[in-house]
């Protein structure tokens, strides 16, 4: 197919495109930014097209795909505008104060629960947990290497039965 029979298709089917961004985006505007947005990957990709397919088709999953990428790009965005005169709520950030205090509680439980461990898993654990791969480790402590992995293994399982024992208790139940 060439340039013009892909450009004489693209316009027979514009009209579908058009109707197919309004339902998507509900604002006219938008659906226009869409169109365009979507003949341009269109045109530019045109030689991906595989002939006596389905042109329509083809050209709606592109549109479908932009929008939902376009979508997803604005609620990680999640900008704020405030058109509002009063600045007060969005200045309000410049003097948040961090609270380590719920930080430093939770990393003292954990150190109080690591020290608790056998020696048999604390041990290996600790070398992994200060940058040692399981072959190091393995080597350092002469154990096989599934040894090491199943330790460490049963450290972390003990681990996170205890924290969650812990941060259980910490849950307060509204009425």
Known sequence: MSATEFTNAYLTIEPFLTSFAY???QS????KELVQETAYKAFKHWKMYKPHTNLKAWLMTIMRNTFINDYRRHKRRQTFNDNS???YFINSGKNTVNNAGESALALSEIHAVLEDL??????P???YLNGY??????SELNIPLGT???RI???RRKLKQVLRVVYSSYNVIDN
């Open 148 to 150: 090491v992995k199943s």
């Open 153 to 155: 293994f049963f450290a």
């Open 133 to 138: 791969k399981y072959d190091e480790i393995a």
């Open 118 to 123: 056998e020696n048999w898993m604390k041990v």
């Open 125 to 127: 654990f600790l070398m």
């Open 85 to 87: 005169t009063n600045l």
């Open 23 to 25: 339902r998507l985006t």
């Open 28 to 31: 006219e505007d938008r659906a």
